[in-house]
C-alpha cells in the first residue's frame, strides 16, 4: 500500500486512491488487479480502519505501520474524523436492508404414535415478516415463515437468542462507554 500511494504524484491522487478503495470495497471488487494484491489487502485494511469509530485505536495501529513519515501525515491529514464520519455514513447507507420481524406467534402441541411410548412434544412458530420497502409508493407484502421444533431444537435456539442479546448488549454498552 505504501509503495502504491508514494507513486501517486500529488494528494490528489492519494484522495482519489483512498476514495477509489472505499467505493471498490462497498461494492466488493477489487483496487487493482495482478501484482499488486498485497498492496490492495493493505489500502482495505487502512479503509477498513478508518471505518472504525473515532475512539478505536485501529487506525492509529495500521497508520504507523507506514513507515514513510510524510506519507503517515498525509493520510492522517486526509483520514480526518469529519472525512471518516462521511465515510461511515456512506457505508451505513449502502448495507442492505432485511425483512423486519412484525409478529411472532406460537402453539404448543402434543403428538401420539403408539410405536414411540412417551409422547412427542413439538412446538410450532410462526414468524411473520414485513419485506424491505423498495418503492416509497408501495406497502411491503407480509410473509409468514413457520417452522416446527421438538424440545432440543428449541432450546438450542433460546440459548442462540440469548447469546444474540448479550452480544448486542455488550456492543450498547461499549459504544456508551467511547
Given at each position: 500500500?505504501?509503495?502504491?500511494c508514494?507513486?501517486?504524484l500529488?494528494?490528489?491522487?492519494?484522495v482519489?486512491l483512498?476514495?477509489?478503495s472505499?467505493?471498490?470495497m462497498?461494492?466488493?471488487?477489487?483496487?487493482?488487479?495482478?501484482?499488486e494484491?498485497?498492496a490492495?489487502i493493505?489500502l482495505?485494511?487502512?479503509v477498513?480502519a478508518?471505518?472504525?469509530?473515532v475512539s478505536?485505536?485501529?487506525?492509529d495501529?495500521?497508520?504507523?505501520m507506514?513507515?514513510n513519515?510524510?506519507?503517515r501525515?498525509?493520510?492522517?491529514?486526509?483520514l480526518?474524523?469529519?472525512s471518516?464520519?462521511?465515510w461511515r455514513e456512506?457505508?451505513?447507507s449502502k448495507?442492505t436492508?432485511?425483512?423486519?420481524?412484525?409478529d411472532?406467534a406460537?402453539?404448543v402441541y402434543?403428538v401420539?404414535?403408539p410405536?414411540?411410548?412417551p409422547?412427542n412434544t413439538k412446538?410450532?412458530v410462526e414468524c411473520?415478516?414485513?419485506?424491505k420497502?423498495?418503492?416509497?409508493q408501495?406497502i411491503?407484502e407480509?410473509?409468514?415463515i413457520?417452522?416446527?421444533?421438538n424440545?432440543a431444537t428449541?432450546?438450542?435456539?433460546?440459548?442462540?437468542?440469548?447469546?444474540?442479546r448479550d452480544?448486542?448488549q455488550?456492543?450498547?454498552?461499549?459504544?456508551?462507554?467511547?
Amino acid at each position: 500500500m505504501e509503495s502504491l500511494c508514494l507513486r501517486s504524484l500529488s494528494r490528489d491522487a492519494v484522495v482519489e486512491l483512498l476514495e477509489m478503495s472505499f467505493v471498490r470495497m462497498l461494492n466488493a471488487g477489487n483496487v487493482r488487479a495482478g501484482s499488486e494484491g498485497e498492496a490492495q489487502i493493505e489500502l482495505e485494511d487502512l479503509v477498513r480502519a478508518a471505518l472504525t469509530p473515532v475512539s478505536s485505536p485501529e487506525l492509529d495501529r495500521v497508520l504507523n505501520m507506514v513507515e514513510n513519515v510524510q506519507l503517515r501525515g498525509l493520510l492522517a491529514e486526509l483520514l480526518n474524523e469529519r472525512s471518516r464520519n462521511i465515510w461511515r455514513e456512506i457505508a451505513r447507507s449502502k448495507v442492505t436492508g432485511l425483512d423486519t420481524m412484525v409478529d411472532v406467534a406460537w402453539r404448543v402441541y402434543t403428538v401420539t404414535d403408539p410405536r414411540t411410548l412417551p409422547q412427542n412434544t413439538k412446538a410450532v412458530v410462526e414468524c411473520i415478516a414485513q419485506e424491505k420497502q423498495t418503492n416509497a409508493q408501495e406497502i411491503p407484502e407480509l410473509r409468514t415463515i413457520s417452522f416446527e421444533m421438538n424440545k432440543a431444537t428449541l432450546d438450542t435456539m433460546v440459548n442462540q437468542l440469548h447469546t444474540i442479546r448479550d452480544q448486542i448488549q455488550l456492543l450498547k454498552n461499549s459504544s456508551c462507554v467511547a
